[in-house]
């Protein structure tokens, strides 16, 4: 059972342009939803976090968009640079348990200069 | 502060072989979390330990997989008689307190492991 749907798989974007990636959860107990940004040979490191009573986190060019009735929330990343290519995994914790993390999949992004 | 050290960077092992992962955490941080990355699939809590302590080994396989934090020295992550599933990147993580807190918690390098 996938908890934390992510799509797409891949995505590619040019230089400038903006990097969408969707995530979609189906447990309501979940109260966290950081996004982490991973490099070949690297391991996850967090981009950006959102708690569910906010509809909007900002940091930089990165964009957390979170719609608590559809139970769904996107990173977005402007202006994307060839320095963005990696994985970006999300991820949810449970409200039940202040410590465990489920996973999307990760979308491999590639931004070509 | 040079974060969450794992080693090896790489393990190669032959199937019915042992594999140890050792992780190192942050300076201060009493809390370690394993995590497994299967190809092309995200990551997969398996354990979560303090110092001489497992709280939570619901992700852990019941069989072949052991953890341990103790006193002194780093956790190690032990898989006896690997199989080629086991082939993954192990990745540990570790925080000052119980939980993610705001800013999630700090993931080492990983070790990633081949059985062959």
Known sequence: ??????????????????SIINCAYE???????????????????LLIAIRPDVSEKKEGRFTISFNKS?????????DSQPGDSATYFCAAR???????????????????? | NAGVMQNPRHLVRRRGQEARLRCSPMKGHSHVYWYRQLPEEGLKFMVYLQKENII??????KERFSAEFPKEGPSILRIQQVVRGDSAAYFCASSPESGTRDYGY????????TVV
Not at chain 1, 70 to 78: D, E, N, P, V
Not at chain 1, 108 to 113: C, D, I, Q, R, Y
């Open chain 2, 56 to 61: 939570d080994e619901s992700g852990m396989p």
């Open chain 1, 27 to 45: 447990n309501t107990a979940f109260d966290y939803f950081p996004w982490y940004q991973q490099f070949p040979g690297k391991g996850p490191a």
């Open chain 2, 106 to 113: 700090t993931f080492g390098s990983g070790t990633r492991l």
């Open chain 1, 1 to 18: 059972q996938q908890q934390v749907k992510q799509s797409p798989q891949s995505l590619i974007v040019q230089k400038g342009g903006i």
């Open chain 1, 94 to 113: 449970s409200g039940g348990s202040n410590y465990k993390l489920t996973f999307g999949k990760g979308t491999l992004l590639t931004v070509n200069p």
């Open chain 1, 70 to 78: 559809a139970k769904q929330f996107s990173l977005h990343i402007m």
